[in-house]
């Protein structure tokens, strides 16, 4: 039988933006890691942007102490754009920051305690409903053949399922330590091969107790059911209170899958993901892909 009550529409997205972004220091002393720009838009932009194709109305920052630019990001800017006005320069280049008013909310993660602690932060906005968590350092970019990006397709697959989604993706067995793991279920038919029943999560298991080389990879649809479970939660890993344990407790209880994303993945939490989504996305561009392809060819001549 089917469980309505777990297939109610998601509205909200989640994004927890109040680490210290200690990898990417000093550059994210005086900014949020997320506001670093891949060419001309910073991450948070992308993560948005993302979170609106698949259909999600409200945003919901959870920051920190000197993270106010990402809300000033998506604030009018009368003086920039009066000027612009002035000069008749275009204002297109802005459009993709204009949001709703109302639409924007943002609390605060007091202590970074960890990604299950951020997004307990956002209990009350969240309320009773269903919602979407993306993280914006992990960039996650659909192919051009309409099938759209992560958290889109993550909902198609949530209004077919219902409960749980997780987004996963294969690493090389020996790097699971540094992440989520899942361990996989059956596969669902129909799906082509993307969905996947979750039996069990574990959070930076050793490599030899992994049960998969499958990771957790930056996207969520969770019911609301996981802030009564963080609200309890002890520490876990790092010391920190981990969304993974959380998520682990409603295995059994709830329909719990994960979707395989088509598409591609960087890693821009770590300096080599974050030039290569530079790199990957600048040869791609085309006003300035021809330009940056020959300049490669020089720099590695
Ligand atoms: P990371 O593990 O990438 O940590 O967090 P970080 O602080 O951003 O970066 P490093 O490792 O120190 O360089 C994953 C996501 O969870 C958020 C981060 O902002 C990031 O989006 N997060 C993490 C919080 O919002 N609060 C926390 O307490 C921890």
């Not at 609390?107 to 990604?115: A, F, H, I, K, T």
């Not at 409903?129 to 099938?147: C, K, S, V």
Request: one cysteine or more; a negative charge; aromatic letters at 6%.
């Amino acid at each position: 039988m089917t469980d309505h009550s777990l297939r109610k529409p998601v509205r909200k997205a989640v994004f927890p933006v109040a680490g210290l972004g200690t990898r990417f220091l000093p550059a994210t002393k005086a900014i949020p890691k997320e506001m670093l720009p891949i060419i001309d838009r910073p991450l948070i932009q992308y993560a948005v942007d993302e979170a609106r194709e698949a259909g999600i109305e409200q945003m919901i920052f959870v920051t920190g102490r000197g993270k106010t630019a990402m809300v000033e990001h998506f604030d009018h800017a009368f003086e920039l754009e009066a000027t612009l006005r002035e000069r008749d320069k275009a204002l297109d280049a802005l459009e993709p920051t204009r949001i709703q008013p109302g639409n924007l909310v943002a609390v605060r993660q007091q202590v970074p305690l960890g990604l299950g602690h951020a997004i307990w932060c956002a209990r009350a906005i969240v309320g009773d409903e269903p919602f979407a968590i993306i993280l914006p350092d992990e960039l996650m970019i659909g192919h051009n053949d309409g099938t759209g990006g992560c958290m889109k397709q993550m909902m198609q697959a949530y209004n077919e399922v219902g409960g749980n989604l997780i987004s996963v993706l294969e690493v090389p067995h020996e790097k699971v330590s540094s992440y989520g793991v899942i361990a996989p279920g059956n596969k669902l038919d129909g799906f082509g091969g993307t969905l996947t029943e979750v039996n069990g999560l574990v959070e930076k298991p050793k490599a030899e107790d992994a049960p998969s080389n499958l990771i957790i990879s930056g996207r969520y649809i969770l019911q609301a059911d996981v802030m009564r479970t963080l609200e309890n939660q002890e520490k876990g890993a790092g010391g920190e209170i981990q969304l993974t344990d959380a998520m682990a407790k409603m295995i059994g209880h709830q329909p719990f899958h994960a979707v395989t994303f088509n598409g591609r993945r960087f890693d821009c939490g770590s300096k080599v993901g974050f030039v290569e989504a530079t790199l990957a996305l600048a040869l791609e561009r085309p006003d300035i892909g021809e330009a940056v392809r020959a300049m490669a060819k020089r720099l590695l001549a």
